[in-house]
């Protein structure tokens, strides 16, 4: 059965911190793994990877994938307040829209 | 443009009801999802539809829930009877569904929260 799981399931960390999440997956025919960040409402897209070893930035977040090791990491930099929110990854299948999410990690900044 | 719109925003209802739930796509996304989000099981792809036609159903939980998409800018959600299991946050998101890495990148409604009681 398909399978993606994140690590930790919650952090806490103080602003200005750097933080990494971890997104593991086991999924057949795998095409590409996607990162949302969900504050209290819904998830907004983050990145999409599909090609490993290239990493894909924006501002103070960036993410790569390892399509050998089967897992992508997300990187926050000097981490803010703003950044508090749950993440998400999700896992797509090649010739299906269908993506499985992992359960999150619940990441909570402090000023 | 207005982004992916979803009503109601909240249901509280009573266990055996009908309950409906709706969703606009983006204008031009060809593929429609609905999602459901709680705590114990986080966010379960329930159906999507491309081009307005169910692709995948298996997540539907069982023959209480049914969704249609009779055009490119509606959908619906039906639980037809409402039990509190189905307590939950559904969430509607479209994409492009198309060729390309953008077509996968899905756009999430604000979600309809659903209390059962």
């Known amino acids: 059965e398909d399978k993606v799981v994140q690590s930790p399931l919650s952090l806490v960390v103080h602003e200005g911190d750097t933080v990494t999440l971890n997104c593991s997956y086991e999924?057949?025919?795998?095409?590409?793994l996607l990162w949302y960040k969900q504050e209290k409402k819904a998830p907004t897209f983050l990145f999409m990877l599909?090609?490993?070893?290239i990493e894909k930035k924006s501002g103070r977040l960036s993410s790569i994938l390892d399509k050998k090791e089967l897992f992508s990491i997300l990187n926050i930099t000097a981490t803010q307040t703003g950044d508090s929110a749950v993440y998400l990854c999700?896992?797509?299948?090649?010739?299906?829209?269908?993506?499985?999410f992992g359960t999150g990690t619940r990441l909570k900044v402090l000023a | 443009d207005a982004g992916v719109i979803q009503s109601p925003r909240h249901e509280v209802t009573e266990m055996g009801q009908e309950v409906t739930l709706r969703c606009k796509p983006i204008?031009?996304?060809?593929?429609l999802f609905w999602y459901r989000q709680t705590m114990m099981r986080g966010l379960e792809l329930l159906i999507y539809?491309?081009?307005?036609?169910?692709?995948?159903d298996s997540g539907m939980p069982e023959d209480r829930f049914s969704a249609k998409m009779p055009n490119a800018s509606f959908s619906t959600l039906k639980i037809q009877p409402s039990e509190p299991r189905d307590s939950a946050v559904y969430f509607c998101?479209?994409?492009?569904?198309?060729?390309?890495?953008?077509?996968?990148?899905?756009?999430f409604g604000p979600g309809t929260r659903l209390t059962v009681t």
């Open positions: 539809f491309n081009n307005n036609v169910p692709i995948d």
């Open positions: 999924v057949t025919n795998f095409r590409s």
């Open positions: 999700a896992a797509l299948r090649v010739g299906t829209y269908k993506y499985i």
């Open positions: 998101a479209s994409s492009l569904g198309l060729l390309g890495d953008r077509a996968y990148e899905q756009y």
């Open positions: 599909t090609s490993s070893g």
């Open positions: 204008s031009g996304h060809n593929s």
